[in-house]
């Protein structure tokens, strides 16, 4: 059987590079994405397109270069992303708006650009990586939950719309895992006559731990390759500590106000 033909945006570092790996140890050919091929020049894992999610015209290219070069892309992968943290009132427009066109704007014009292909084959696969905080509303987290949590909704949809055609489409949110994340998400600074300076600075001191003592990523790229093996993915997976992937039952099955003080009592507020 032919080897399939994978692209992986944000696939130079943190878990892109872990599922690339993987992927590649298994078989496939991977393709992936880094926004400046230039700062790469050591990186030699797997073969890298340049592309900025935040730029159609260069998702364009790089979906067209992999075609000419493979005639076909089988998988998507669309794991670039940004975090963001800080109070949702101090927060500058335009960190909310860039936020959002790194983790939902650019994985839909992704998408986009890799449905035509994937239709003509008639089959495909594309697997979102979310996050678990996109499945509630985090405490100065609440920009980043909003983006991931749009991508789950908007999955739901494209699954319908793209069943026809043999395309398959699949979210998998991560938990808090040890990746680079946490050094290029925006950090609203803390503001001395801030009313939310205290509150802020412990939150932001936990998410920090949760960050560099997360998982290892390697989880997250078995989870992809897991999901890749099945015949008919489900629309939504989940990889991450046991309490991580609880909160999301939790919050379907408690009263609001009990996940509210759970919530409140884990963020120390």
């Keep these: 059987m032919e080897s399939q033909v ?3 945006t944000g696939g130079s570092s943190g878990i892109g590079r872990s599922v690339g790996r993987l992927l590649l140890s298994k078989g496939f050919r991977v393709y992936g994405s880094t926004r400046d091929l230039g700062k790469c020049k050591e990186f030699n894992d797997f073969e890298l397109v ?3 999610v935040r730029q159609p015209d260069t998702i364009l290219e790089a979906v067209k270069s992999i075609l000419e070069k493979e005639g076909r892309i089988d998988i998507l992968i669309n794991n670039a992303g940004v975090g963001i943290t800080g109070p949702v009132e101090e927060m500058p ?9 790194v983790n939902f704007f650019g994985p839909l ?3 986009k650009a890799v449905l035509p292909a994937m239709r003509e084959q008639g089959s495909g696969l594309i697997i979102n990586i979310t996050s678990i905080a996109g499945y509630m509303g985090l405490p100065y987290r609440g920009v980043y939950s909003a983006s991931k949590g749009a991508l789950e909704l908007i999955t739901e949809a494209l699954r319908m719309e793209t069943r026809a055609f043999g395309i398959q489409i699949t979210n998998l949110a991560p938990g808090d895992f040890a990746t680079n994340i946490a050094s290029g998400r925006y950090h609203a600074p803390v503001l001395d006559q801030s009313p939310y300076k205290a509150t802020y ?3 932001l001191a936990l998410m920090n731990e949760h960050v560099d003592s997360g998982g290892d990523p390697q989880l997250v790229a078995r989870a992809v390759h897991k999901i890749i093996r099945q015949s008919k993915p489900k629309a939504h997976y989940r990889v991450g500590s046991w309490m991580q992937k609880i909160s999301v039952s939790l919050k379907r099955i408690l009263p609001d106000k009990l996940f509210e003080k759970l919530l409140l009592h884990h963020y120390k507020l």
Excluded: A, K, Y
């Excluded at 427009?93 to 066109?101: G, K, M, V």
């Design 6 to 8: 994978v692209l992986i």
């Design 50 to 52: 340049q592309l900025d």
């Design 93 to 101: 427009r335009e960190e909310i708006e860039n936020n959002f066109s």
């Design 109 to 111: 014009e992704v998408i």
């Design 201 to 203: 600075s412990r939150v």
